[in-house]
């Protein structure tokens, strides 16, 4: 069976949600203990939205960027993969760290609406962070392809 990224984010979901079923019950805890709990979950969320982001995006990116490399690198398919391979691992490594640092960040949650506010805000961060870095990517391309005198100007 093949593991793509949705096929472990339904399992990372399944076994999230068996654990909380058999081992939370919010209304038995005390405020600290429910405010930790509420944080887990928030963080467990929020890990699995961008996770599933960051995969989808990057290997988005991954295939149709090598077109552009390839452009920039003459044809010279052995070093465009190869970049594009290390332009890949990189751009995982930012994103998914970058996400986890937040996580350090965040107030504690003290009720369902919070949580919510809370991904929600660390979620927009995240993409907003993936579309400069993506804007910032292309731009680099532009002036390099600028550089190398390889884009044509279009004719009416």
């Not at 654990?19 to 929020?46: G, H, R």
Request: aromatic fraction near 14%.
């Amino acid at each position: 069976m093949q593991r793509t990224p949705s096929y472990l984010l339904t399992i990372y979901f399944t076994k999230l949600s068996e654990y909380f079923e058999n081992t939370i019950s919010l209304n038995n805890f005390d405020a600290e203990s429910k405010c930790t709990d509420m944080n887990t979950i928030a963080y467990a969320i929020y890990l699995a939205i961008t996770y599933l982001i960051t995969v989808k995006v990057g290997w988005r990116f991954y295939r149709n960027g090598r077109v552009f490399i390839l452009g920039l690198l003459e044809q010279n398919h052995t070093l465009a993969d190869a970049i594009n391979n290390i332009l890949l691992v990189g751009y995982y490594l930012v994103n998914l760290g970058y996400a986890t640092v937040m996580i350090s960040t965040w107030d504690t949650i003290h009720d369902w609406t919070e949580m919510l506010v809370s991904i929600t805000a660390m979620t927009g961060q995240i993409f907003l962070s993936l579309g400069i870095l993506h804007c910032f990517n292309m731009l680099v391309i532009y002036i390099i392809s600028k550089r190398n005198h390889s884009i044509q100007p279009l004719k009416s």
